[in-house]
């Protein structure tokens, strides 16, 4: 799953707890215009989850799936 932190209907925070509640251990990555800890993002905060910081490449995302998906 991929979800931006800040949307206008929904945190990214309660759209990744709305899907964890039927899927335990999706792989999430969470894109956020701030820095993981400013956002209270820092590691290990959230399982099975990477944080991309705008502006990031295809290949940010492209590593960041694959290391979630044990493809690295």
Same mark, same amino acid.
């Given at each position: 799953?991929?979800?931006?932190?800040?949307?206008?209907? @929904?945190?990214?925070?309660?759209?990744?707890?709305?899907?964890?509640?039927?899927?335990?251990?999706?792989?999430?990555? @969470?894109? +956020?215009?701030? +820095?993981?800890?400013?956002?209270?993002?820092?590691?290990?905060?959230?399982?099975?989850?990477?944080?991309?910081?705008?502006?990031? +490449?295809?290949?940010?995302?492209?590593?960041?799936?694959?290391?979630?998906?044990?493809?690295?």
């Amino acid at each position: 799953m991929v979800t931006d932190l800040t949307m206008p209907q @929904i945190t990214g925070m309660d759209h990744i707890a709305a899907i964890r509640e039927v899927a335990p251990l999706v792989p999430v990555v @969470i894109i +956020s215009g701030y +820095s993981p800890e400013l956002a209270g993002l820092g590691e290990g905060r959230l399982p099975r989850a990477a944080v991309l910081t705008k502006p990031f +490449s295809g290949e940010d995302l492209g590593r960041a799936l694959a290391r979630l998906l044990g493809d690295d």
